[in-house]
């Protein structure tokens, strides 16, 4: 996973957003969690200077702005971050946070690796047989944005140009129709094709699905797949060739299906916008929830990457220590992996898998524990941390 030419010191500085809602108290687990593993993993050799920017609601209250410039430009100049969950700001047309710092830093790759730990509660039979990583192409698709509201006059003059100009007669209620388009290129294609390849070639895994609705949306999806054989045949073709790469495809009705009954059967999957937003809920759900599952939002070419908890701000959970900081320590793990630093995120990996093992869970995935001990947010990663620093216990 690590970014292609990236040069990492030995002690390097991390902006981080803490986020709204549990942020406060996932954010503090997470940076202890890491702050141990490195320290344990490097004896020192190696550090992390935190710097905190500023985003949401608290940075609203202090600058009048949801995402302030300098935050933008702080993860400009430090290329690698940690970012919180943010609350989507109330109002018509208001964007998500998230998106608009994925935009502005162009992070057209949103990595979404899913795997079980076991003993946590999955509504699956068989959770142990989800090890795998989604790819979801995050700058285009009918998630681009470009929409209009109804009775707008930018909407009116789509709607105008497209019945009139274009003669087109598939507007089934002409006269109430509100519009979107759905962008789809070749090069927004092929540079997340290329991401999931390549991580397929460095992690050991032979098959890589496109999963897409081409056919249906022949000119776009339909594109997306043609230009992805095409640009793997090209600059891959000797994997493809030699059996070490194979590259399928899957309508996305058929995969949603298939990624419940056979998950086994995929290892690094590759899809557009929408697609991938509701593949990669579908794999948390197994896994143990939102609460158990990170992200990776990475710009392999120029080496931005904002790694993050999946889920939201958890309204209904605040300030009661009871949120599971899971998705946002495996989503550093990620962030370490990308840096280079995998023995760090290795002992992390570890220490979730015999912590879980040994039954010590959050309240979230605690439920199918006959003897578990349920514990709070920091003691979750209290608990880490001793199993990290004192070997194979973790004292209860
Ligand atoms: P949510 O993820 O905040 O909550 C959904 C459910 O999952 C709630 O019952 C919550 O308690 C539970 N949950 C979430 N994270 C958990 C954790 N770590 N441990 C235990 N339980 C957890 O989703 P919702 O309610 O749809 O969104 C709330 C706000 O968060 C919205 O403003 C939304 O836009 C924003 N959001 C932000 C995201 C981001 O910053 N990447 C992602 C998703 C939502």
């Given at each position: ?10 002690d ?17 687990v ?11 993993a ?9 710097l ?7 940075a ?5 702005a949801?995402?302030?410039d ?9 290329l ?20 608009m710092?994925?935009?502005a ?10 795997r ?16 795998l990583?989604?790819?979801r192409e ?42 979107g388009?759905?962008?789809?290129s ?5 540079r ?38 095409d ?9 493809l ?6 590259l399928?495809g ?8 298939s990624?419940?009954?056979h ?28 609460g ?7 710009n392999?070419?120029t ?30 793990c ?31 995935i ?26 194979t216990?973790?004292?209860?």
């Amino acid at each position: 996973m690590t970014s292609k030419g990236l040069k990492v010191p030995d002690d390097i500085t991390v902006p981080f957003i803490t986020g709204d809602g549990i942020g406060k108290e996932i954010m503090p687990v997470c940076k202890a969690v890491v702050d141990a593993a490195v320290k344990q993993a490097y004896n020192g050799n190696r550090s992390i200077e935190w710097l905190e920017v500023m985003a949401g609601q608290e940075a609203f209250k202090q600058n009048g702005a949801y995402l302030p410039d300098e935050t933008i430009a702080a993860f400009r100049e430090y290329l690698v971050g940690l970012k919180g969950p943010l609350k989507t700001p109330s109002g018509r047309g208001v964007r998500s946070l998230s998106i608009m710092l994925r935009q502005a830093l162009d992070l057209y790759a949103c990595q979404r690796p899913f795997r079980y730990f076991y003993g946590v509660t999955s509504p699956v039979k068989y959770p142990d047989r989800i090890n795998l990583c989604v790819f979801r192409e995050s700058t285009e698709d009918v998630y681009a944005g470009i929409e209009w509201p109804f009775g707008s006059e930018k909407g009116k003059r789509f709607g105008e140009f497209l019945l009139g100009e274009l003669k087109e007669e598939k507007v089934r209620f002409p006269e109430s129709t509100a519009f979107g388009v759905k962008p789809i290129s070749r090069e927004g294609t092929e540079r997340i094709i290329r991401c999931a390849i390549d991580y397929a070639l460095s992690h050991n895994r032979r098959s890589v699905t496109l999963v897409h609705n081409g056919n249906i949306m022949k000119y776009t999806e339909g594109a997306f797949v043609n230009w992805a054989y095409d640009m793997a045949e090209r600059e891959y073709g000797t994997y493809l060739s030699s059996g070490r790469l194979v590259l399928s495809g899957i309508t996305c009705d058929a995969f949603l299906q298939s990624a419940i009954l056979h998950p086994e059967e995929y290892g690094v999957i590759v899809t557009s916008n929408l697609n991938g937003d509701y593949i990669s809920d579908v794999f948390a759900a197994q896994v143990g929830g939102v609460g158990m599952s990170p992200g990776g939002n990475i710009n392999y070419e120029t080496g931005h990457a904002i790694f993050e908890a999946t889920h939201g701000v958890a309204s209904d959970i605040v300030g009661r220590n009871v949120a599971n900081p899971c998705s946002l320590i495996l989503a550093a793990c990620m962030m370490l992996e990308y840096l280079g630093w995998k023995e760090a995120a290795d002992l992390i990996v570890t220490a979730i898998e015999r912590t879980l093992r040994q039954g010590i869970t959050t309240a979230d995935i605690a439920d199918s524990f006959k003897h578990g001990n349920c514990v709070g947010t920091k003691e979750f990663g209290d608990a880490l941390v001793n199993m990290m620093t004192s070997g194979t216990r973790v004292i209860r």
